[in-house]
């Protein structure tokens, strides 16, 4: 079945730094790809979305590209900021009968940035 | 933009009784509205499908005489955690989404403690 696969974490970086966290997948024809975030207590928020090959998603400085080749879809931020604090779950969505778009999600990188 | 409301955010009961957590979208009509269960550091786990007017699809495993979920309208999805337990205790989140659209708005989730 589909599946998605994101580096564990925690990652810890000082404000300022270079983040990277990668996911890869693993699904048949043509998934769309997301990042989503998730602030402490609440519910999450898409960060991001990809829906084909060489699409890059961006949003508050965060990007990814879809990277069919690979099968990746890579989170970076050139400088990250103690507000960026949270979970980030990569995830995948395609078709899953009558139309429905069911999200398969990777278990969430927790990051941390220290001032 | 989307916005859904689930509520309550929180929400302490005792063993042996039922809670209701409500999903509604606010601002457009979801055809198709997902539960999930996050236990603590972990990923989100697909619960159920439900479709409005007709029953839920539920994932394997998932008891669903022990969380009814009702879809009776386009704007509300219900989750009923019935005769809870101690292991029932974990955040609850639901999202809605429209027919054969890959965008999905997640509620901010609901804290259940059973005591």
């Known amino acids: 079945g589909d599946s998605v696969t994101q580096m564990e974490g925690p990652v810890t970086l000082s404000e300022e730094a270079f983040l990277t966290i990668n996911c890869t997948y693993t699904?048949?024809?043509?998934?769309?790809l997301f990042w989503y975030v998730q602030y402490p207590g609440e519910g999450l928020q898409l960060l991001l979305k990809?829906?084909?090959?060489?699409d890059k998603g961006s949003n508050k400085g965060f990007e990814a590209t879809y990277r069919k080749e690979t099968t990746s879809f890579h989170l970076e931020k050139g400088s990250v900021q103690v507000s960026d604090s949270a979970v980030y779950f990569c995830?995948?969505?395609?078709?899953?009968?009558?139309?429905?778009?069911?999200?398969?999600f990777g278990k969430g990188t927790l990051l941390t940035v220290n001032p | 933009g989307a916005v859904v409301s689930q509520h309550p955010s929180w929400v302490i009961c005792k063993s042996g009784t039922s809670v209701k957590i409500e999903c509604r979208s606010l601002?457009?009509?979801?055809?198709?509205m997902f539960w999930y269960r996050q236990f603590p550091k972990q990923s989100l786990m697909l619960m159920a499908t439900?479709?409005?007017?007709?029953?839920?699809?539920?994932e394997q495993g998932v008891e669903k005489d022990k969380f009814l979920i009702n879809h009776a309208s386009l704007t509300l999805s219900t989750l009923t955690v019935t005769s809870a337990h101690p292991e029932d205790s974990s955040f609850y989140i639901c999202?809605?989404?429209?027919?054969?659209?890959?965008?999905?708005?997640f509620g901010s989730g609901t804290r259940l403690t059973v005591v």
């Open positions: 999202s809605a989404t429209i027919l054969g659209h890959y965008g999905y708005t």
């Open positions: 699904a048949t024809g043509y998934p769309s």
């Open positions: 990809a829906t084909k090959a060489d």
């Open positions: 995830a995948l969505s395609k078709p899953s009968g009558g139309s429905n778009y069911k999200l398969t």
């Open positions: 601002d457009f009509q979801a055809t198709t």
């Open positions: 439900s479709n409005e007017g007709s029953k839920a699809t539920y």
